[in-house]
Nanobody, 120 residues
């Protein structure tokens, strides 16, 4: 059974930083394009960032320039470095393994999520 385990969430003041981690299995992190999504209270889950097979990354406009996705293949870990956090970044953040086709949103596996709360 595929498992994706997030960690690193917490509470931080506006302007602060957090780094989320997601550990998966070799056949997940190495096969899919790892991504992050988030869901705020009363909102739909939204895509945040994805890392593609060529090592490039894409970001939602709302986080571009503030968030950075990275991956350590030796430890099957995906990271999301979040800087200059704002209250609107408050959400549950989910690690996801998606099919490596940028024009689809085909997520095959989800983590359970980690809460990020940003206070003003």
């Amino acid at each position: 059974q595929v498992q994706l385990q997030e960690s690193g969430g917490g509470s931080v003041q506006a302007g602060g930083s957090l780094r989320l981690s997601c550990v998966g299995s070799t056949d997940t992190v190495g096969y899919f394009c790892m991504s992050w999504y988030r869901q705020g209270a009363g909102t739909q889950r939204e895509w945040v960032s994805s890392r593609w097979t060529d090592g490039s990354a894409t970001y939602a406009d709302s986080v571009k320039g503030r968030f950075t996705i990275s991956q350590d293949n030796a430890t099957n870990t995906v990271y999301l470095q979040m800087n200059s956090l704002a209250p609107e970044d408050t959400a549950i953040y989910y690690c996801a393994a998606r099919v490596c086709r940028a024009w689809t949103n085909d997520v095959r596996h989800w983590g359970r999520g980690t809460q990020v709360t940003v206070s003003s």
